[in-house]
């Protein structure tokens, strides 16, 4: 199929949250609700029977039960504007609605309600009896906020961070080429094959690999353990010194045209390499966003496939292109089930099917899979330093499901759950490692 390049409009240069003493115009928030109501139908917004089940599904919640934590509760900040614009009843007795009007002060219950009492993990959406999409709703009010500059500030510098140098921690294109280079070494020294290579911006492979920024600084044996286990395989690949970060916090703040020219980057990259998929290391909101919201946010199919790396290590292994020994990962071992990846992207049994094929005892936590609670992580919160006490205390729920396992090493097939994953083993002394899939099949191989 043909591709045709997406042309973004210019970016508002304006100065972002807490910048700039000006007061931005609602219109903005008051278009985003318009937009939504025509998309997601005013069902889901007015449907609400205020049960409370959706209560005891919340991390949140269950770490500090408030009514302002209740899912529900942060959903009514956002519809009761939309009862009272969007419906008949609330027309004709909008004079009897409290709090009905959309102000500043509105703006900004809403903006703490979705960004720092939620992280969008969508569980409490699963288990609502007369099935309203809540987790949608919440996007709606971070839509809203970033329309009208209301997105925190952490999160607001890493999205412009991503805009202005193609990656959410501002690494340098020299910067990646050094830490390529040492780990290419690494790996020769480790494999003991001098022909190995990290390749960088070749093109004609079969596939593009993004990464985690957070691979280059802080993490980088999960990218070794990538190559090696690329080159285990005999695959055909290449990083991108331009375009190769999988993360897309534009998505997060729900600032759509952010999240749009950074999908439209990673694509039309592709496209120049002449790549024939692109292959999405482990991350959870990565996989989301560019596996099932890009295509509707640029507006066309794309010109080439997108897998998880997690999708491809499972095919390597079950087509006998890797051999890998389970004994070489004798602890017990344990797997966190990132929200993006498995409860909203549909990535659950490839993992299950890689560890039980390299580690030596794997367990389980309860619940799983889809089911699972979110980590405490997501949703942006690791850039939003204003909201961590919440963060670190909604993951006390976590942390109890994975002592209950027993577990030495938790796998976790996304970076921001590692991220909060090494917090809380710290904060609840879990005494646990966590380790990214990848780095398991790795230290698997059978060379």
Not at 2 to 13: D, E, G, I, Q
Not at 162 to 167: A, L, R, S
Not at 193 to 213: A, M, R, T, V, W
């Amino acid at each position: 199929m043909s591709y045709k390049p997406v042309k973004m409009k210019k970016r508002n240069p304006d100065p972002g949250p807490g910048r700039s003493g000006d007061s931005p115009s609602l219109t903005g928030a008051e278009d985003v609700v318009a937009r939504a109501i025509q998309g997601l139908g005013i069902m889901h917004a007015t449907a609400c029977m205020h049960c409370g089940f959706c209560a005891d599904t919340c991390h949140i919640y269950l770490a500090e039960p408030k009514l302002e934590n209740i899912p529900a509760q942060k959903f009514s900040e956002i519809t009761r504007y939309i009862r009272r614009r969007h419906t008949l009843s609330g027309r004709l007795f909008s004079r009897f609605v409290k709090n009905g009007e959309l102000t500043q002060d509105v703006l900004r219950k809403i903006s703490d309600a979705v960004y720092g009492r939620c992280t969008a993990c969508g569980r409490c959406t699963l288990q609502c009896p007369v099935g309203i999409d809540l987790r949608e709703i919440i996007r709606i009010g971070r839509k809203m906020c970033a329309a009208v500059r209301q997105v925190p500030e952490g999160l607001q510098r890493t999205v412009d961070n991503q805009i202005q140098t193609g990656n959410q921690m501002a690494i340098p294109r020299e910067e990646i080429l050094s830490t390529l280079d040492w780990l290419a070494e690494d790996l020769k020294m480790e494999m003991k094959d001098p022909s190995i290579e990290i390749p960088i911006d070749q093109p004609g492979k079969d596939f593009l690999y993004l990464i985690n920024p957070r691979e280059i600084k802080f993490f980088p044996l999960s990218l070794l353990s990538a190559a090696g286990v690329f080159h285990a395989a005999g695959a055909s690949w290449t990083l991108s010194s331009r375009w190769f970060d999988v993360t897309n916090y534009g998505f997060y703040a729900g600032d759509t045209p952010a999240a749009t020219e950074l999908t439209r980057r990673v694509i039309e990259e592709a496209v120049s390499l002449n790549v024939k998929e692109i292959i999405l290391s482990e991350c959870g909101h990565g996989y989301r966003s560019f596996r099932w919201e890009g295509p509707h946010w640029i507006g066309q199919e794309y010109p080439v496939s997108i897998r998880s790396v997690i999708e491809l290590l499972d095919e390597f292994i079950r087509a006998g292109r890797i051999r890998v020994d389970p004994t070489m990962n004798p602890e017990r071992t344990t797997l966190h089930d990132p929200c993006n990846l498995v409860r909203l992207g549909g990535i659950v049994d490839p993992q299950r099917r890689i560890l039980r094929r390299t580690v030596g005892d794997f367990v389980e936590m309860t619940p799983n899979r889809e089911n699972n609670f979110c980590c405490g992580g997501g949703g942006g919160m690791l850039s939003m330093s204003e909201f961590g006490d919440v963060r670190v205390a909604s993951g006390k729920i976590k942390a109890d499901q994975i002592r209950a396992t027993g577990a030495k090493i938790v796998a976790t097939p996304c970076h921001n759950c590692a991220d909060q994953l090494i917090e809380l083993s710290k904060k609840y002394k879990l005494g646990v490692e966590i380790q990214a899939v990848v780095e398991l099949v790795y230290n698997a191989l059978i060379r």
